[in-house]
Nanobody
Framework: QVQVVESGGGLVEAGESLRLACAASGSTFRIDAGMWYRQAPGKQREWVAA???????NYVASVKGRFTISRDNAKNTVYLQMNDLKPEDTAVYYC?????????WGQGTQVTVSS
């Protein structure tokens, strides 16, 4: 059974950094494409960043220049480095991992940024 688990969330002050990790287990296949989404209280889930199997990255405009998505194929893990965090980045962050043509969601990790 494939499992996708996020980690690395927490409570930080504005301007600080966090690195989220999305690790996949239970599959002989590696993560093809990885995406991060976030959902703030009372708002719809929002796509944040994506990385393709070839390493191409894309970001929502609000995080460009502050967030970096990367991958470690040996660890079957996708990361989201978040710098210069702002209170508006506060949300539950979810990983969506495409593995062998299926999409798997993690349970989410809370990121809270205080002003």
């Amino acid at each position: 059974q494939v499992q996708v688990v996020e980690s690395g969330g927490g409570l930080v002050e504005a301007g600080e950094s966090l690195r989220l990790a999305c690790a996949a287990s239970g599959s002989t296949f590696r993560i093809d494409a990885g995406m991060w989404y976030r959902q703030a209280p009372g708002k719809q889930r929002e796509w944040v960043a994506a990385i393709s199997s070839g390493g191409t990255t894309n970001y929502v405009a609000s995080v460009k220049g502050r967030f970096t998505i990367s991958r470690d194929n040996a660890k079957n893990t996708v990361y989201l480095q978040m710098n210069d965090l702002k209170p508006e980045d506060t949300a539950v962050y979810y990983c969506n991992a495409r593995i062998n043509s299926y999409a798997y969601w993690g349970q989410g990790t809370q990121v809270t940024v205080s002003s």
